[in-house]
């Protein structure tokens, strides 16, 4: 009686590891997990992507500001040339020269000008982009923050849910003859699924094939009962 009541709570520990496992599997393939995964990475990316544009901002201020500074000493310059050349007295030679300079100068000026629109546009562009970046990674992170709650909210239920039937494992373990624990440890480390199955109306409980009478016989002359078919072990 003793070898039997062993076997009925052997089996009872068996259901016991495939609730465990089953919410196991539930905590690792929340649906969330999966969009959490999807925020994380938009948050990163939105990230990487202000960098940039922070970037690109910080570049077009400098050369904005380098630019408009050598844009005033060129007008300044290119002025006083003009000036020069306007106030006379300088040969033909010279002026010659000095109205190819002033050219020279105003062309400069002139294409610093553009030079400082691109930088003005590119900063503005870059502000935008940040603006619109900004606004982005606010959702981004708030999508993120509201899935993080949901699966630890789950997490929580399942956690205790397990610790319930751990508990009930260890319990039921102490139960069981130590070489029935061995020989269904092993059985549940080589295959998935049901290692332990009731002998119902000669079927198996695991695997659900039918055994004749005299497969029956033979599965019950061994220690334990296993089953001819799948091998788990039967319980009566």
């Known amino acids: 009686m003793e070898s039997l009541k062993s076997l009925e709570d052997l089996l009872e520990l068996m259901d016991i590891d495939m609730k465990i496992d089953s919410l196991l ?21 939105i990230g990487s992507a202000i960098g940039a544009a922070k970037d690109a901002a910080g570049s077009a ?15 300044v310059k290119a002025a006083e040339e ?3 050349l ?14 190819r300079e002033v050219d020279m100068l105003y062309g400069k000026v002139s294409k610093m000008e553009d030079e400082v629109l691109e930088y003005m546009e590119a ?3 870059a502000e935008a982009q940040l603006v619109a970046l900004d606004e982005e990674r606010t959702i981004a992170e708030a999508l993120k923050t509201n899935l993080g709650d949901s699966i630890r909210t789950q997490w929580q239920t399942i956690d205790k849910e397990l610790e319930v039937k751990e508990d009930r494992k260890r319990t039921t373990i102490d139960l069981v003859d130590p070489y029935l624990i ?24 695991s695997c659900h094939l039918r055994l004749s009478a005299a497969e029956v016989s033979q599965a019950q002359k061994q220690d334990p009962p296993r089953c001819i078919h799948c091998r788990s072990i039967l319980v009566s």
């Open 25 to 45: 599997d539930t905590r690792g393939s929340l649906p969330e997990l999966d969009s959490y995964k999807d925020a994380h990475s938009d948050v990163e990316r």
């Open 82 to 84: 003009q000036n020069r």
């Open 182 to 205: 061995e020989m269904y440890d092993e059985l549940r480390a080589s295959r998935e699924g049901r290692v332990v199955g009731r002998l119902s109306d000669d079927t198996c409980g």
């Open 123 to 125: 900063a503005e562009s």
């Open 86 to 99: 306007y106030a006379g007295g300088l040969s033909a030679r010279d002026a010659d020269y000095l109205r």
């Open 61 to 75: 201020a400098k050369g904005l500001s380098k630019t408009n500074g050598e844009l005033d000493i060129a007008a």
